[in-house]
C-alpha cells in the first residue's frame, strides 16, 4: 500500500496533505497491535515451555527490534530501505521460528507481518515478498511433517488459498488507497485551477475596469478639460481687447463647464466598483443611483421594483448594477430627457430583468456602430448568460434592458 511520495509535498491544508496526515496519526494503532502480537507470541510460547524455547523466544524478540530499528522507519518515514531490511529480517527470522515451532505459535506473528509489508512495500515488491514468505513457510511444514502423500496435498492447497488470500486481500486493499491518493491530488489540483480561474477573472474584471474608466475620463473629464483650456485663451484675448463682457461669458461658461465634470468626475468614481452591493440589497443599491442621477443632473427618476426579490449570484447582480449605471449616463448626457425610470423585474420563474427608460430625444441603433459602453454592457450580459437589447426611436426616448439568469 505504501507509494512513492512525489518531490514536490503538496501544501499544507491540501487534501492529499490531510491524507497523509491521516495515515500518520494511524500509525500509533499499528505500532501498539504489533507491540500486543509480540507480547502475545512470547507469553504464550513461556506458557508452552516446548523445545527450543530459548532460541523461539530470541527470534520474536529480534523480530520485536527490527521493527523498532527498521520497521517504524519503513512504515512512518517511507524509507523504502529501512523498509526493505525490515521485511528481510523479519520473514527471514519468521521462518526459522516457524522451523523451530512445532506447535504453531507463531502464527501469531503473521497477523502482523502481511499487513505491515503491504503498508511498508511499493506494490510489486509487497507481492513478490509475500509470495516468498507464504512459499517458505510451506517448505518448513514440508520439512517438519510426515512427507506423505496427503500431507504434500494438504499443504499445497493451504499454501494455495493462503497465497490467493494474501495477494488479493492487499492488492485491494492498495487499491483502495491508490485511489484515495489520486482523488485527494485530483481536488487539490482542481482547487488550484479554481483558485488560478479566480484570479484571472480578477484580473480580467480589473482590466476590464481599468479600460472603462479610462473611456469614461478621455469621453467626459479630458474633453472637459481642453473646453477649459479653450475658454481660458478666450477669456485672455478678450482680456486683451478690454471686452468685459466677453470675460464674464467666458468666466461663467467656464464655472459650468468645471461644475459639470466634477459631476462626471464623481459619477466616474461611484461607478469604479460595485461597493454599493457589499452592504446593500441590489434594490437598495439602484434607489441610492437613481438619487444620486437625479440630484446631479436635476432630471426626475424613479425606481420600480416588481415581483418578489430574490437573491442572485454577485456576478448577476453586478451585471444589473453596471447597466444601470451605464444607462443613467447615458441618459445624462445625451437624452436631453427630464424624467426617467430604472424598473427591476423579478419573474416567478424566469430571468430578473432590469429596464431604463426616459423621455429624451432618442436615438436611432442602428444609425452607426454602438458606444463603448452599450457594447461592455452586451458583453457583461453574455459572460453570465444574459441577454442585452437597446430599443429607441428618434423623439420618443430610448429603452435599455438586460435580464440575467435566476
Known sequence: MSTELPSDCPPA?????????????QLRWWHGLFAVLVVTTVVVMVAEDTQHLGWRLGCVVAIGAAY??????GMGERDLRAGITYMVLAWGLMVVLMALDGTGTAWILTFGLFPQTWAILPRNKAAGTVAVAVVGIAVVRVWQGP????????????TVIMLVLSLTLGLFIDRIIREADSRARTIDELQRTQDELAAAERAQGVAGERERISREIH???AQGFTSVVTLARATELALDRGDLAAVRERLRMIEQTAVDNLSEARLIVAEMTPGHLQSRTLSEALQRLVDA??????????LRVEGEPVVLSANSEVVLLRTAQEGLANVRRHSGATTFEVSLSYGADGPVALVVTDNGVGFDPGAEARGYGLDGATARATEVGGRFDVNSTPG???RLRVEVPR
Open 68 to 73: 523498532a530499528v527498521w520497521g517504524r522507519r
Open 219 to 221: 469621453d467626459t473629464l
Open 396 to 398: 420618443s426616448g430610448s
Open 13 to 25: 491544508g491540501s487534501s492529499a496533505d490531510d491524507l497523509n496526515e491521516m495515515w500518520r496519526g
Open 293 to 302: 442621477v437625479s440630484a446631479e443632473s436635476g432630471m426626475s427618476g424613479t
Open 147 to 158: 512427507r506423505t502423500a496427503d500431507e504434500f496435498i494438504g499443504i499445497a492447497i493451504s
